[in-house]
């Protein structure tokens, strides 16, 4: 098979591209976030406080980030991972990255449909004896429980504005 001139010039191109692609792969530890290190997570400084709070937070010793953000189904876990990692990369390249990070309204399903799951027996207890309806997520009440208070960050030094 003879490949002509324009031949030889996209396989180039597409060896190029996956060449950088591969190496940009290797540099910034891609295998990692498919993982399920919480330490990994922490990698950005927007999660610092995050972090900090889960690893105080009475969840730690129960479960991980990727357990409660992202589904725990094969695909669908793997398909929201690479999602968020998408807005992520996308955000840091930008700069355009939030003083919070706030659920999106899919993140705060999958975050209820697991605190449903981990929490199956006490869930149905309550709906069974309970004469409301539910139209709220478990974590507008319980907030506090993976990751401690709102707004109280404790991590020995913020960068802050002034110090620059």
């Known amino acids: 098979?003879?490949?002509?001139?324009?031949?030889?010039?996209?396989?180039?191109?597409?060896?190029?591209?996956?060449?950088?692609?591969?190496?940009?792969?290797?540099?910034?530890?891609?295998?990692?976030?498919?993982?399920?290190?919480?330490?990994?997570?922490?990698?950005?400084?927007?999660?610092?406080?995050?972090?900090?709070?889960?690893?105080h937070g009475g969840h730690k010793q129960w479960a991980v980030c990727g357990d409660c953000h992202t589904p725990h189904a094969f695909i669908p876990k793997y398909l929201v991972k690479a999602q968020s990692g998408v807005r992520h990369v996308s955000a840091f390249l930008t700069g355009h990255i939030p003083d919070a990070i706030r659920a999106r309204p899919s993140s705060s399903d999958v975050i209820?449909?697991?605190?449903?799951?981990?929490?199956?027996?006490?869930?149905?207890?309550?709906?069974?004896?309970?004469?409301?309806?539910?139209?709220?997520?478990?974590?507008?009440?319980?907030?506090d429980v993976a990751h401690g208070e709102r707004g109280i960050s404790i991590l020995p030094y913020q960068h802050k504005e002034d110090d620059k």
């Open 1 to 55: 098979m003879k490949l002509g001139a324009t031949g030889i010039v996209m396989m180039i191109g597409f060896l190029a591209l996956a060449a950088a692609i591969g190496v940009g792969m290797y540099v910034t530890e891609f295998t990692a976030y498919m993982g399920n290190n919480p330490t990994t997570c922490n990698n950005c400084h927007v999660m610092d406080a995050v972090y900090e709070s889960w690893y």
């Open 112 to 143: 209820q449909e697991n605190c449903v799951r981990c929490h199956e027996e006490m869930v149905s207890n309550i709906f069974d004896n309970s004469p409301m309806e539910f139209d709220r997520y478990c974590f507008d009440c319980h907030r």
